[in-house]
């Protein structure tokens, strides 16, 4: 089974595919996390992928799906795309390239986050640098203030989530990712998932393992 998880940043799609990840044998395709191995190695899609990221800003679609398709050749079975699809070209070009491998994307899980709440959790995030795992300076700290449970690394907070460039990433999501809810809810295998301000992660966990 793959499963697509779709949301503004902050939803929460990172914590819930930890979940899936650590609990159900899941494999996480994020964009994201390709992207920023590109841009550590600064080979020359890493260096225009920053650029865009750093300006808070979509990645071009020629760039972003040229990465998951290398990715696909050997990876294309029990995944969790996270951050891909962003647009309806790429989620046509995903489907043609999953198509041509013999797989599919099974459920589409859309996360339903409103706009205030996206902008609290956002502000407040730090990530691990080394284990990718999550934390935030109110709603889930660390047991240490700055530091991985996992693995004692120091949290950092993403360019991309800093306040004044928030505010350009939801503008983005809105115009050119949240169409994608249009194209998948009449499809079968479409979740929708509605997270409000008294909603836990766990509760929206096992929602989504009702679903599946």
């Keep these: 089974m793959n499963i697509m998880l779709l949301g503004a940043p ?3 799609k990172g914590t819930l595919a930890e979940k899936l990840i ?3 044998g899941f494999k996480q395709m994020s964009t994201g996390d390709l992207m920023r191995k590109e841009i550590k190695e600064e080979t020359p ?3 225009e992928c920053a650029r865009y ?6 990645v071009p679609d020629e760039v972003t799906m040229g990465i998951v398709k ?7 079975n029990q995944l969790i795309f996270d951050g891909i699809p962003r647009t309806l070209n790429q989620a046509k070009i995903l489907e043609e390239n999953l198509v041509e491998l013999n797989a599919k994307i099974d459920k589409v899980i859309y996360i339903d986050v409103p706009t205030q709440i996206l902008l609290d ?5 730090l ?20 530091i991985c449970d996992n693995d004692g690394s120091e949290l950092v907070r993403r360019p991309d989530d800093a306040p004044e460039k928030v505010k350009v990433r939801l503008e983005a999501y809105a115009s050119e990712t949240a169409p994608l809810v249009d194209y998948y809810k009449n499809k079968p295998g479409f979740v929708h998932i509605v997270d409000n301000a008294n ?3 766990e509760e929206v966990y096992a929602e989504v393992l009702g679903a599946l």
């Design 199 to 201: 909603t836990t992660a």
């Design 127 to 146: 990530i691990c640098p080394k284990c990718k795992v999550s934390y935030h300076i109110i709603s889930r700290k660390p047991r240490a203030e700055g």
């Design 53 to 58: 990221m750093n300006e808070g800003k979509l």
């Design 22 to 24: 650590k609990n159900q």
């Design 45 to 47: 899609l890493g260096i």
């Design 70 to 76: 290398n990715f696909l050749q050997e990876n294309h």
């Design 10 to 12: 902050g939803s929460g």
């Design 121 to 125: 959790r956002i502000s407040g995030r």
